[in-house]
């Protein structure tokens, strides 16, 4: 099940209850296994990055959704993701930031393609405060007439910390945690949901930083033979 998103008619409880019936995204299971925090770049708030199996950093995370979103799409051709991660601006936190419009509409422009595929993760909050960001983010997808898979918000599924790895689409998303504390915390409470987000967990406090290289809000392309990388600092 999926939503074809061409068009958006400001209905938003209508869409909000549209993607709140989808199914949540799959989360890999033991992803410590398949899952390296080094090989993923970290998405700073209101920035994006771009990645493909090729790429020498082919996965791409953030550590804090919170209040805000993290749009993670994949153009399903060419194998391309990429990550906004968003957050909320106005009086009341009720909109999309501009510059977390820049960033989702730039990773948009770029994985490109007919029919890319989005994954909906956040905001983690509740209420008409935050239905405002979701709103103006679908207005947007609507544009690029996107296919949106998932959307983990308003208590679904949605974990604080998130990676994607361009090679392991199929399989899901990378539940993280920031730290082997959370991680064991998540191991202590009972109860089958538990047990399952804990095998799912992955501590993604090994993720890199790359420097901003220009005035884009893109922290990392993805073409490696193309942009010559620094060495990352640790997050």
């Known amino acids: 099940m999926s939503l074809k998103f061409t068009t958006y008619d400001k209905d938003r409880?209508?869409?909000?209850?549209?993607?709140?019936?989808?199914?949540?995204?799959?989360?890999?299971q033991n992803a410590a296994k398949v899952f390296d925090a080094r090989q993923a770049v970290h998405?700073?708030?209101?920035m994006a990055g771009i990645a493909?199996?090729?790429?020498?950093?082919?996965?791409?995370?953030?550590?804090?959704?919170?209040?805000?979103m993290a749009v993670i799409a994949r153009n399903p051709e060419t194998g391309v993701i990429g990550l906004a991660h968003l957050t909320p601006e106005g009086q009341k936190h009720e909109s999309l930031s501009v510059k977390g419009e820049e960033a989702l509409r730039e990773m948009l422009t770029m994985v490109g393609g007919e029919g890319t595929q989005v994954r909906l993760v956040g905001p983690r909050m509740r209420g008409p405060v935050v239905d405002?960001?979701?709103?103006?983010?679908?207005?947007?997808?609507?544009?690029?007439?996107?296919?949106?898979?998932?959307?983990?918000?308003?208590?679904k599924e949605n974990p604080n910390s998130v990676a994607v790895h361009s090679g392991l689409w199929d399989q899901g998303l990378v539940r993280g945690s920031l730290s082997v504390f959370n991680h064991a915390v998540a191991h202590g409470h009972k109860g089958e949901d538990w047990k399952r987000r804990a095998a799912e967990m992955v501590p993604l406090g090994g993720m890199v930083r790359l420097p901003l290289k220009d005035h884009s809000r893109?922290?990392?392309?993805?073409q490696d033979e193309i942009q010559s990388l620094p060495e990352p600092e640790i997050v």
């Open 218 to 222: 893109i922290v990392y392309y993805g």
């Open 52 to 68: 493909s199996p090729q790429s020498k950093y082919p996965a791409l995370g953030v550590v804090t959704v919170g209040s805000g």
């Open 132 to 155: 405002g960001l979701i709103a103006d983010v679908l207005e947007a997808l609507a544009e690029y007439e996107t296919e949106i898979l998932s959307a983990d918000f308003r208590g």
């Open 13 to 28: 409880e209508g869409w909000l209850k549209t993607l709140m019936d989808l199914p949540p995204a799959p989360y890999i």
């Open 43 to 46: 998405v700073e708030m209101n």
